[in-house]
């Protein structure tokens, strides 16, 4: 099964994206919905002219307010990226949307999700951001609990759990705790519940700041598990089958599927 989840961006990313986008903030914008499909949404009536007051990104999300309250929310998924360059920049293409102030334009390239809602109820859902500092441990703890019989690994990924943590850093964060991801949530303690979200909240902030990603799990598969020797295993996990990477040796016990 090829793991399209790995191409989805990462909190992280996210981020990184609302930090680009933070020169704009502020301006008058003029606003261009050049793609076809984006012009469908009446975005570029509604908001060209208008005053960018703030970018921030929540969980998977960047949402970008303008004044008169209209909240424009972007998820990436697997192929959408912001790039911001200066004012007039060549390009070739139709981009989804382009907000113009006066020395950037921040560019959005195949922007799956947009839409304009007039306050940030869309986003109400969402549990509390893993790149939070400080760390809402708590009221993860609080939404975890609810659901004892999810596995970890499959719970950490809900959105609606904790916000922002992606494939990749499950994995990761799971290793460095030496969970696996098949325990079931009413098998975990919480001191291992929060070692691992403190592990993922570590790892992302890291990227965020620069470093570069050392996989330990992740697409591994096959290969010696660089704290015990044990060989890396992947497989599908939760409802959308997510590819789960962990280390037998090292993350014992849950249900894991057979070899
Ligand atoms: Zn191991």
Same mark, same amino acid.
């Given at each position: 099964?090829?793991?399209?989840?790995?191409?989805?961006?990462?909190?992280d990313?996210?981020?990184?994206?609302?930090?680009?986008?933070?020169?704009?903030?502020?301006?008058?914008?003029?606003?261009?919905?050049?793609?076809? $499909?984006?012009?469908?949404?009446?975005?570029?009536?509604?908001?060209?002219?208008?005053?960018?007051?703030?970018?921030?990104?929540?969980?998977?999300?960047?949402?970008?307010?303008?004044?008169?309250?209209?909240?424009?929310?972007?998820?990436?998924?697997?192929t959408?990226?912001?790039?911001?360059?200066?004012?007039?920049?060549?390009?070739?293409?139709?981009p989804?949307?382009?907000?113009?102030?006066?020395?950037?334009?921040?560019?959005?390239?195949?922007?799956?999700?947009l839409?304009?809602?007039?306050?940030? $109820?869309?986003?109400?859902?969402?549990?509390?951001?893993?790149?939070?500092?400080?760390?809402?441990?708590?009221?993860?703890?609080?939404?975890?609990?609810?659901?004892?019989?999810?596995?970890?690994?499959?719970?950490?990924?809900?959105?609606?759990?904790?916000?922002?943590?992606?494939?990749?850093?499950?994995?990761?964060?799971?290793?460095?705790?030496?969970?696996?991801?098949?325990?079931?949530?009413?098998?975990v303690?919480?001191?291992?519940?929060?070692?691992?979200?403190?592990?993922?909240h570590?790892?992302?902030?890291?990227r965020?700041?620069?470093?570069?990603?050392?996989?330990?799990?992740? $697409?591994?598969?096959?290969?010696?598990?660089?704290?015990?020797?044990?060989?890396?295993?992947?497989?599908?996990?939760?409802?959308?089958?997510?590819?789960?990477?962990?280390?037998?040796?090292?993350?014992?016990?849950?249900?894991?599927?057979?070899?």
């Open positions: 099964m090829p793991d399209y989840a790995a191409f989805m961006p990462e909190g990313a996210v981020h990184r994206a609302a930090m680009r986008l933070q020169v704009l903030a502020g301006q008058r914008v003029e606003v261009e919905t050049p793609h076809p $499909r984006a012009a469908l949404k009446g975005l570029e009536e509604r908001l060209d002219g208008r005053v960018l007051e703030s970018v921030e990104a929540v969980g998977k999300h960047v949402l970008l307010r303008f004044e008169g309250g209209l909240v424009l929310r972007s998820h990436l998924r697997m959408g990226r912001w790039r911001v360059e200066p004012r007039g920049a060549q390009r070739s293409g139709r989804w949307l382009v907000l113009r102030g006066d020395e950037h334009e921040a560019v959005l390239w195949n922007g799956p999700v839409e304009l809602a007039r306050d940030a $109820r869309s986003v109400a859902h969402l549990g509390p951001d893993i790149l939070a500092s400080p760390l809402d441990f708590d009221a993860m703890l609080a939404r975890l609990r609810a659901q004892p019989q999810r596995a970890v690994g499959d719970a950490i990924l809900d959105q609606r759990l904790v916000a922002g943590i992606g494939n990749m850093w499950k994995a990761e964060a799971l290793w460095q705790s030496r969970l696996s991801p098949w325990r079931a949530l009413a098998d303690p919480d001191d291992k519940l929060r070692e691992t979200l403190e592990a993922a570590r790892l992302m902030q890291g965020l700041d620069g470093a570069r990603p050392l996989h330990h799990v992740y $697409r591994r598969v096959g290969r010696a598990c660089r704290r015990c020797g044990g060989v890396i295993r992947s497989y599908p996990q939760g409802e959308h089958a997510r590819m789960a990477y962990w280390c037998p040796g090292c993350q014992k016990g849950g249900r894991q599927p057979k070899a």
